[in-house]
């Protein structure tokens, strides 16, 4: 019985210098959020915050491809849901999406990990049913790095000629997963 009473105390303090971990590893990544908000902001780019994320939208590949006229809305819309999904799977588990499913959803489980764990194997479907779309490599790549990272089309090929190439590439997907999602009618090619 003394052994018991000497690990409750034990097992209380570890419980409580792991809270205090976790807060000051959430504190110390809202300020690196603030610092990099605070720079994007400086150097004249533009910035959303939304449920503890940051996006940085004038970095934004898929972002700057529609602002510019180089996407239409349904297929912008349709690299959207690709990101959400892309996102969900490269999420851990103390991601912000993590938390969304901490007390569980209706349809996805009886616990908030099992509803996450559930989540993420529909969108894994769902991600390999549009990748599937693709018909080159090049399509594949410039949709996981500019829809599903963020990265801009820029970054991917210095030249104008692989801008180009990887601009329609991600414009011929994002197409056939609009139509897909019923975003867009089927059109036909002459």
Do not use: H
């Not at 570890?14 to 902001?41: F, K, M, P, Y």
């Not at 996102?87 to 616990?111: H, K, M, W, Y």
């Not at 019923?182 to 090619?189: I, M």
Request: one cysteine or more.
């Amino acid at each position: 019985m003394g052994a018991r009473r000497k690990t409750r105390p034990a097992l209380r303090l570890r419980v409580i210098a792991e809270a205090g971990e976790a807060r000051a590893e959430a504190l110390a990544l809202t300020r690196r959020l603030d610092e990099t908000a605070r720079l994007e902001l400086a150097r004249g780019g533009t910035v959303e915050r939304e449920g503890g994320r940051l996006r940085l939208t004038s970095r934004d590949g898929l972002q700057t491809l529609y602002e510019r006229g180089g996407l239409e809305q349904p297929d912008y819309e349709a690299g959207l849901m690709y990101r959400r999904c892309f996102e969900t799977l490269a999420a851990g588990p103390r991601s912000n999406l993590n938390r969304d499913f901490a007390s569980g959803v209706r349809g996805f489980g009886e616990t908030g990990a099992d509803g996450f764990a559930e989540l993420r194997a529909l969108r894994a479907e769902q991600l390999a049913r549009w990748e599937a779309l693709a018909g080159t490599g090049r399509q594949l790549w410039v949709l996981r790095l500019v829809a599903g990272q963020g990265r801009t089309v820029n970054s991917l090929g210095s030249g104008g000629s692989a801008r180009l190439a990887n601009t329609k590439a991600l414009v011929e997907v994002l197409r056939a997963i609009a139509m897909e999602r019923g975003l867009r009618r089927w059109e036909l090619s002459c």
